[in-house]
């Protein structure tokens, strides 16, 4: 079946410091790929995808490229502020089947320092 | 304004006492979805329904039940709660064709 894989957190950084974010995945054929955030208190909020291999999805100064020869997705932004402290979700899923289930990794907290 | 609403944000409850969180969303999406978020797993997947009066399981739909008689309702239904179904609940839609969009949550406790 399909699995993410995240790295373990808490990831703590300080203000404007480059972030990275592991996530790998097993997947038959091209599933879609997603970034989710959850902020404190509230619910999932897309934060980017990319629907095939080479894509690179973008939002908000956040990155990821759809890797499929190393079947990654890491997360990278250049300069984090506190703002974006949070929990990050790698997600996938087949767009083209009836069920269409996330299937999450299991997140990694994000805690930035003024 | 685009949203999925859920009721209530917060419910706590006693083993065995019938329930239902309600689901709703204004954009017309084809297909709406139940989640369940507990630490250490991420979210996963109770029920989806790809359009009304059809309905289908997930991964982890023992002691769950849902309804779609209309197209921006999706209400999920715990007839005999129990504690391991403590936990935090999104529901999710979206247009058959792409990205769910997910609702606020519910955090629900059952002693």
């Known amino acids: 079946g399909n699995s993410v894989t995240q790295m373990e957190g808490p990831v703590t950084l300080s203000e404007e410091a480059f972030l990275t974010i592991n996530c790998t995945y097993t997947a038959t054929g091209y599933p879609s790929l997603f970034w989710y955030v959850q902020y404190p208190g509230e619910g999932l909020q897309l934060l980017l995808k990319a629907t095939k291999a080479d894509d690179k999805g973008s939002n908000k100064g956040f990155e990821a490229t759809y890797r499929k020869e190393t079947t990654s997705f890491h997360l990278e932004k250049g300069s984090v502020q506190v703002s974006d402290s949070a929990v990050y979700f790698c997600?996938?899923?087949?767009?083209?089947?009836?069920?269409?289930?996330?299937?999450f990794g299991s997140g990694t907290r994000l805690q930035v320092q003024p | 304004e685009a949203q999925v609403t859920q009721n209530p944000r917060y419910l706590i409850t006693v083993t065995g006492k019938k329930l239902t969180v309600t689901c709703s969303q204004n954009?017309?999406?084809?297909?709406m979805s139940w989640y369940r978020q507990d630490p250490g797993l991420g979210l996963r997947q109770i029920y989806y329904?790809?359009?009304?009066?059809?309905?289908d399981k997930g991964d982890v739909p023992e002691g769950y039940k849902v309804s779609r008689k209309e197209k921006r309702n999706f209400p999920l239904i715990l007839e005999s709660p129990s504690p391991n179904q403590t936990s935090l609940y999104f529901c999710a839609s979206s247009r058959i064709t792409d990205t769910q969009y997910f609702g606020p949550g519910t955090r629900l406790t059952v002693l």
């Open positions: 954009m017309n999406h084809e297909y």
């Open positions: 997600a996938l899923t087949h767009m083209d089947t009836g069920r269409r289930a996330l299937t």
């Open positions: 329904s790809m359009n009304v009066e059809v309905t």
